[in-house]
T-cell receptor, first 114, second 110 residues
Framework: DTEVTQTPKHLVMGMTNKKSLKCEQH?????MYWYKQKAKKPPELMFV???????INESVPSRFSPECPNSSLLNLHLHALQPEDSALYLC?????????????FGNGTRLTVT | GQNIDQPTEMTATEGAIVQINCTYQ??????LFWYQQHAGEAPTFLSY????GLEEKGRFSSFLSRSKGYSYLLLKELQMKDSASYLC???????????FGAGTRLFVKA
């Protein structure tokens, strides 16, 4: 069982819809991440939060909007997406920003944009 | 720039030993990770190296040479369930970014 929980597991949305992906961890981790993964490709970093503050935005289009309401929760708000945004969206957390702490991934949300 | 190279695919026989290589060129270095990812599932952490040398954990071992920008993952006594993608990932000098290689798809045959 994963200790990082993502909801929903699957999401189908139209290009005019607004939806949100949710991620929760209760391991006391202080760094949280959003990755995007296309089929047979490695995860690509989108955003990093450290101590609830946005630390890295990898030049992600503004139609993706992250939010970290508290140290346990991470959201990704979606608006006016394109079909090419269809992918597996992975949330991850790590104990802190130090090198030794590995990423713990959730099972992901498989997003399809129609 | 950031560059992490791994072989695309490998095939090995059940019970055998396989070595998956990874070379990297990154802006700063704060550790190298190996993750396993089964199809349709999330990556799971296997090993971490930050100093040169070999780290052993059961059937899995990982080696690092920082001067050569080189690592390998060694899997012993292969089992069918080891068929998966193996991702080499480097954490940059600042500590926030973990960049993944394209992954090596390992097929274990009977």
């Amino acid at each position: 069982d994963t200790e990082v929980t993502q909801t929903p597991k699957h999401l189908v949305m139209g290009m005019t819809n607004k939806k949100s992906l949710k991620c929760e961890q209760h391991m006391g981790h202080r760094a949280m991440y959003w990755y995007k993964q296309k089929a047979k490709k490695p995860p690509e970093l989108m955003f990093v939060y450290s101590y609830e503050k946005l630390s890295i935005n990898e030049s992600v289009p503004s139609r993706f909007s992250p939010e970290c309401p508290n140290s346990s929760l991470l959201n990704l708000h979606l608006h006016a997406l394109q079909p090419e945004d269809s992918a597996l969206y992975l949330c991850a957390s790590s104990q802190d920003r130090q090198g030794r702490s590995p990423l713990h991934f959730g099972n992901g949300t498989r997003l399809t944009v129609t | 720039g950031q560059n992490i190279d791994q072989p695309t695919e490998m095939t090995a026989t059940e019970g055998a030993i396989v070595q998956i290589n990874c070379t990297y060129q990154t802006s700063g270095f704060n550790g190298l990770f190996w993750y396993q990812q089964h199809a349709g599932e999330a990556p799971t952490f296997l090993s971490y190296n930050v100093l040169d040398g070999l780290e052993e954990k059961g059937r899995f071992s990982s080696f690092l040479s920082r001067s050569k920008g080189y690592s390998y993952l060694l899997l012993k006594e292969l089992q069918m369930k080891d068929s998966a993608s193996y991702l080499c990932a480097v954490r940059d000098g600042g500590g926030f970014k973990t960049i993944f290689g394209a992954g090596t798809r390992l097929f274990v045959k009977a």
